[in-house]
């Protein structure tokens, strides 16, 4: 939990769990934009990160008087989101599963000049951007879902690796091994690739209309260039809350964490205003 101390989470937890739902929801604003950041990378759509951060967050409130205390409560948090994320077959990238080979032969082979003007008069540079963010976040699907999430907790989150291992049921020293050969994988295809972070043939500008064209962006409906970033401390204070309590210490630029959409926080409210909130009660 951001700029809390551990018994000041514990102390929120306990009276969350009596039934006191301003407490829940102090708890909830701690962890909502860290779930909903971990989904999104794990899914690699808004939509699909919406529902997930939301199962997520349900799980967590209805789990929560199991919380012992014997990790951090963010530690925790993390544990039930990657399990819920490793199995989540829901997303469209479950259906329609990616690989690197897909993404260099599309950036090759894909005829962008054949395409019309389907900017729809947003301005190119803005359709640019929102198309390097999403096919960056996107590219993270050419990874299966256990490397996906090593490099997520790795690069973005900078989780330590006793803490990730114990999340992926590996020992620290396998979990950094993985991690470097991730992270060599994914800079070798950008370096091939990529013109934006490397010194490939593939421009977000030249591209705009082909990936309007076949459903990778959209100029009605703007997800990174209209979301709002959340500070880059805010994820160093995550790391900091999970290496607290288990007494740890320890660029992939694309990974600038969002906030939570406001429909998100709009349904867990509603369920937290419904006589459901009665369930995470002590019996």
């Keep these: 939990m951001n700029q809390k101390t551990n018994q000041e989470v514990q102390a929120l937890i306990d009276q969350a769990t009596a039934g006191d739902k301003k407490a829940l929801e102090t708890l909830i604003a701690g962890v909502q934009d860290i779930v909903f950041n971990l989904s999104l990378r794990m899914l690699g759509t808004f939509a699909d990160a ?15 008087s199991s919380f012992r205390g014997e990790s951090s409560f963010t530690t925790w948090v993390f544990s039930i989101a990657v399990n819920h994320l490793k199995n989540y077959k829901k997303h469209m990238f479950a259906r329609f599963p990616l690989s690197f080979e897909y993404y260099g032969d599309d950036i090759e082979n894909g005829k962008i000049q054949d395409v019309p003007d389907l900017t729809q008069s947003v301005e190119k540079d803005i359709l640019a951007e929102e198309l390097k963010m999403s096919c960056t976040n996107v590219m993270l699907q050419c990874l299966d879902v256990e490397s996906r999430c090593i490099f997520i907790l790795g690069t973005m989150f900078k989780v330590d690796s006793r803490i990730a291992g114990d999340l992926l049921d590996m020992t620290p020293e396998a979990y950094r091994q993985r991690l470097s050969r991730i992270r060599k994988k994914m800079a070798g295809f950008l370096g091939q690739y990529c013109g934006e972070y490397g010194s490939g043939k ?49 660029d992939f630029s694309f990974c600038k964490p969002y906030r939570s959409p406001e429909r998100t926080k709009y349904l867990i409210q509603e369920f937290l205003d419904s006589t459901q909130f009665s369930i995470i009660q002590k019996s």
């Design 202 to 250: 593939c421009k977000c500008l030249d591209r705009v209309n082909y990936a309007i064209q076949n459903h990778r962006i959209n100029p009605t409906q703007l997800d990174y260039t209209t979301a709002t970033e959340v500070p880059i401390q805010t994820i160093m204070d995550v790391k900091n809350a999970m290496e607290d309590i288990d007494e740890l210490s320890q």
């Design 50 to 64: 919406e529902d997930a951060t939301q199962d997520i967050l349900l799980k967590m409130i209805t789990h929560l």
